[in-house]
T-cell receptor
Framework: QKEVEQDPGPLSVPEGAIVSLNCTYSNSAFQYFMWYRQYSRKGPELLMYTYSSGNKEDGRFTAQVDKSSKYISLFIRDSQPSDSATYLCAMGYNNNDMRFGAGTRLTVKP | DSGVTQTPKHLITATGQRVTLRCSPRSGDLSVYWYQQSLDQGLQFLIQYYNGEERAKGNILERFSAQQFPDLHSELNLSSLELGDSALYFC???????FGTGELFFGEGSRLTVL
């Protein structure tokens, strides 16, 4: 079993839809959680960072962490074609280790 | 633009050969990380250097090696290449000595194809 599991998709939604992206993990020592966005032919870029359970909101994006269930989510409201990308979850438990999910490919259709 | 520069962008070579990938971190960043991204394995951490010294090691094969030079640029050397080494290789940098808050700045990657 991988430490971080993420459904690779692909996921296709119409413009304006609410998108839910999820990851599960097995290592209860993970303390900080991130979502990276990767556009085609580009490197990943940090989208959201959270350190604890609960919700964090940034514009149309909300990151949710449930440590008891070892489950994290990223919600995108009013999705736009420009949100079409691969979304990777990442998590770490010390200063020298961070694990990425495989990424979910999202397409938002106009 | 993340400020991290990787060269070459594309590289095609044959099995058994050796290649060197180069990375220039963002100005002021002391840490350089190397990642391998393939379709079936996702983003795999290979190795990290901080201010010229190896700081952390991930799933890096013995055929691979890296170093960080005094001007902070880094090189990843891949030798005795196999078909399975075909992947995107990313370099990332940060100002911190460790992963810290997890904000890494990635380059655009070097796509290696081994034939």
């Amino acid at each position: 079993q991988k430490e971080v599991e993420q459904d690779p998709g692909p996921l296709s939604v119409p413009e304006g839809a609410i998108v839910s992206l999820n990851c599960t993990y097995s290592n209860s020592a993970f303390q900080y959680f991130m979502w990276y966005r990767q556009y085609s032919r580009k490197g990943p870029e940090l989208l959201m960072y959270t350190y604890s359970s609960g919700n964090k909101e940034d514009g149309r994006f909300t990151a949710q962490v449930d440590k008891s269930s070892k489950y994290i989510s990223l919600f995108i409201r009013d999705s736009q074609p420009s949100d079409s990308a691969t979304y990777l979850c990442a998590m770490g438990y010390n200063n020298n280790d961070m694990r990425f999910g495989a990424g979910t490919r999202l397409t938002v259709k106009p | 633009d993340s400020g991290v520069t990787q060269t070459p962008k594309h590289l095609i070579t044959a099995t058994g050969q050796r290649v060197t990938l180069r990375c220039s971190p963002r100005s002021g960043d002391l840490s350089v990380y190397w990642y391998q991204q393939s379709l079936d394995q996702g983003l795999q951490f290979l190795i990290q250097y901080y201010n010229g010294e190896e700081r952390a090691k991930g799933n890096i094969l013995e055929r691979f090696s890296a170093q960080q030079f005094p001007d902070l640029h880094s090189e990843l050397n891949l030798s005795s290449l196999e078909l399975g080494d075909s992947a995107l290789y990313f370099c990332a940098s940060s100002a911190l000595s460790g992963f810290g808050t997890g904000e890494l700045f990635f380059g655009e990657g070097s796509r290696l194809t081994v034939l």
